[in-house]
């Protein structure tokens, strides 16, 4: 499994443009087994090389930046790719509303502290993504977070196992909600852990 993208492995934009639809349409079946809602306003996006690399090449194909933009997206991207045994989600608080969304967001600050994946007597607590604070000190949480889950070899093991039952919680005071990871999704995510 990769766990980087290179600049070999970028495609001309070209190439990319002409085979763009038929690789979104791809990528959205790919991407319904690695999707978990939690509550009614959260979505948990399960990363991996192959989400990376087209998300890498859809804001190269948008931007138009050309071979100076290529580091930055590598730079960005490549941290969300699961690296061994773990697994990376983008967590989106999706509220249409601008206004309730500002006011739900203000009440969330943390959030990213509360998630975890549980099962079998384990819970994996998940880390966010370092590179820029999603909280603000006015207590606002950004409606955007990246999370990853480091599992230990016996917790991969727990995980991997066929019929184990997961679930993918939130336990923050203005949002404490859980989901069943469906079977589906688990078993794609157990892939992910090597």
């Known amino acids: 499994m990769k766990h980087e993208i290179t600049r070999d492995d970028i495609i001309p934009m070209t190439e990319y443009a002409a085979t ?8 959205a079946a790919y991407k319904r087994d690695r999707r978990v809602e939690v509550g009614p306003h959260a979505t948990f996006y399960f990363e991996s090389y192959e989400t990376m690399w087209n998300q890498v090449h859809e804001m190269l194909h948008i931007e138009k930046g ?3 933009q290529v580091a930055g997206e590598l730079e ?9 045994r773990e697994l990376v989600a983008t967590l989106m608080f999706e509220i249409d509303n601008p206004v309730q969304r500002a006011r739900f967001l203000a009440g969330l600050g943390g959030v990213e502290e509360t ?6 007597g384990e ?7 370092a590179d820029v604070d999603r909280t603000t000190a006015e207590g606002k949480a950004s409606s955007v977070q990246f999370i990853h889950f480091p599992f230990t070899e016996a917790q991969a093991a727990k995980f991997k196992a066929a019929g184990t039952r997961a679930t993918l919680a939130i336990g923050h005071d203005a949002y404490a909600h859980s989901a069943v990871i469906p ?3 688990r078993q794609a995510l157990a892939q992910d852990l090597e």
């Open 66 to 68: 050309g071979e100076a």
């Open 20 to 27: 763009r639809a038929e690789r979104r349409r791809a990528l």
């Open 115 to 120: 998630v975890s994946i549980d099962f079998a």
């Open 123 to 129: 819970s994996v607590k998940g880390v966010p993504e």
């Open 76 to 84: 960005a991207y490549n941290t969300l790719i699961p690296k061994g």
């Open 183 to 185: 079977e589906r999704v």
